[in-house]
């Protein structure tokens, strides 16, 4: 099974950028489709972005879409969050996670679909 661990969260003022990696140790990373989720404090965990197999198909939560890029470098076995324009309301823990899969250029969006979770990373950004 694959293992996750986030990096890269911190204090940002708006406007500024923030780049969120995911290393994967364990298992295949490239047999993963990868994503990216939020938790606000008192809400529900939301999706934010994700990656198919080969980082050919992505898919974005509308408030972020423009502003956030999901990458993957799978020699790397990471997947990044690159976050720009950063705004009050991104602020959140963010978590990767993945799902094995065949193939395909597919991604998932339901929290439910993915198999292993790495622990956050907090993203506080003030105004």
């Known amino acids: 099974q694959v293992r996750l661990v986030e990096s890269g969260g911190g204090l940002v003022q708006a406007g500024d950028s923030l780049r969120l990696s995911c290393a994967a140790s364990?298992?295949?990373?490239?047999?993963?489709?990868m994503g990216w989720f939020r938790q606000a404090p008192g809400k529900e965990r939301i999706f934010v972005a994700a990656?198919?197999?080969?980082?050919?198909?992505?898919h974005y939560l509308d408030s972020v879409n423009g502003r956030f890029t999901i990458s993957r470098d799978n020699a790397k076995s990471t997947v990044y969050l690159q976050m720009n324009s950063l705004k009050p309301e991104d602020t959140a823990v963010y978590y990767c996670?993945?799902?094995?899969?065949?193939?395909?250029?597919?991604?998932?969006?339901?929290?439910?679909?993915?198999?292993?979770w790495g622990q956050g990373t907090q993203v506080t950004v003030s105004s």
């Open positions: 996670a993945a799902k094995r899969t065949r193939g395909g250029s597919y991604y998932y969006t339901r929290a439910l679909s993915y198999d292993v």
């Open positions: 364990g298992d295949t990373f490239s047999n993963h489709a």
């Open positions: 990656v198919s197999l080969k980082g050919d198909s992505t």
